[in-house]
């Protein structure tokens, strides 16, 4: 997300220059072309050819084996933290922050002044230490803005802006993950200029802030990041889900999205959880009873994976993709039936 939607009204201490955390998008895309490259990771729609009996824990090695799964994202012609973080004995509760989603746990060195702390919009001097490999965060004194910009886009970058709107001027802080056996993060938040709650944007301005996420995700998806792609659409949703019901129809695109991106993470019951929410507005969504009858294969729930599979095809028998996966529930069981009759005959052989 490059433009800025909501301008600051000014800065304070701009005198060390801001470095760039661009990364370079891929062109030309075709609107319609099908994701094909795979990476590691995804926030954030995990299969491969053949029926496995383990396939929910299993990433496809690139997405060539998944272009069946993607088939296109929405429109085109977030939770996976879950563990709490646990504070040693030495720390004091006065001194420590939790993140709400339990991502991470924010020691506090030094407490910053005031109460205000950075909101979209805000633009943030920061200096940070202790960056992990790998992680494409410069350290040293830079400049970063709240909800803009591609340095949000990866793991760390989504932690240190969540780190940042905890923060009062001044303060410095280490970041605890849990998992994380590196040495802390340590951050210090030495000015930053005001922004906005999201509850103060105008209608029109939170739909444009979800459609440029929205873009950005799309961009990160056939660049090969699903997990870049489902912090940009959930950051989509977010702003949208504060708009009165129904709300746009985007969010069914940007739910459907989540879907595909959380299936190539290893995600099903996520996905599954936002096809759910796809098929409340729209019943016969292909893509999300498609993505849905993936999911459930993932879960091991069989007939429900059918059932879905089957839908898709009433409604357009050529479906190759579809067909192939119900081709693969069928075979997974059978294998299943075999296996439990074998256990039947040996126990009361």
């Known amino acids: 997300m490059e433009t800025s939607i909501v301008s600051p009204p000014g800065e304070k201490d701009t005198s060390q220059p801001q470095q760039q955390w661009e990364k370079k998008p891929q062109d030309n895309l075709d609107s319609t072309a099908q994701c094909r490259q795979q990476p590691r990771d995804l926030p954030t729609e995990t299969f491969e050819r053949g029926v496995s009996p383990d396939r929910a824990n299993r990433n496809p090695e690139n997405l060539h084996e998944a272009e069946h799964l993607v088939a296109g994202l929405e429109g085109d012609s977030d939770k996976s933290h879950e563990s709490t973080c646990e504070i040693p004995e030495s720390l004091q509760a006065s001194d420590v922050w939790y993140c709400p989603d339990g991502s991470f746990v924010k020691k506090i060195i030094i407490r910053g002044h005031g109460l205000d702390k950075p909101k979209l919009g805000s633009r943030c001097r920061v200096l940070g230490f202790g960056f992990p490999f790998g992680s494409e965060l410069p350290e040293g004194w830079t400049e970063l803005t709240v909800g803009e910009g591609p340095w949000r886009d990866e793991t760390w970058g989504e932690l240190i802006e969540k780190c940042l709107e905890s923060m009062c001027q001044g303060e410095e ?11 802390p993060v340590r951050l210090t938040l030495g000015s930053f200029t005001q922004g906005r709650d999201s509850w103060e944007l105008e209608t029109s301005e939170k739909e444009a802030l979800a459609r440029e996420e929205r873009a950005r995700g799309t961009e990160l998806f056939r660049a090969g990041n699903p997990a870049g792609a489902a912090r940009c659409y959930g ?14 129809p985007e969010r069914t695109v940007l739910h459907a999205n989540l879907a595909a991106c959380q299936l190539l993470l290893g995600q099903p019951q996520l996905a599954a959880q936002n096809c759910d929410r796809v098929l409340e507005r729209e019943p016969g969504h292909l893509k999300a009873l498609y993505r849905r009858g993936v999911a459930q294969a993932a879960l091991g729930n069989l007939e429900k994976a059918t059932a879905d599979l089957k839908r898709v095809l009433a409604v357009d028998p050529k479906n190759r ?29």
């Open 321 to 349: 993709a579809a067909q192939e996966e119900l081709g693969k529930v069928v075979i997974e069981g059978k294998r299943q039936d075999a296996g439990m009759a074998q256990g039947l005959r040996k126990m009361f052989g």
């Open 235 to 248: 950051r989509a949703l977010r702003l949208l889900l504060t708009l009165p019901p129904p709300g746009p």
């Open 173 to 183: 802080a280490e970041l605890q993950l849990p998992g994380y056996s590196g040495p």
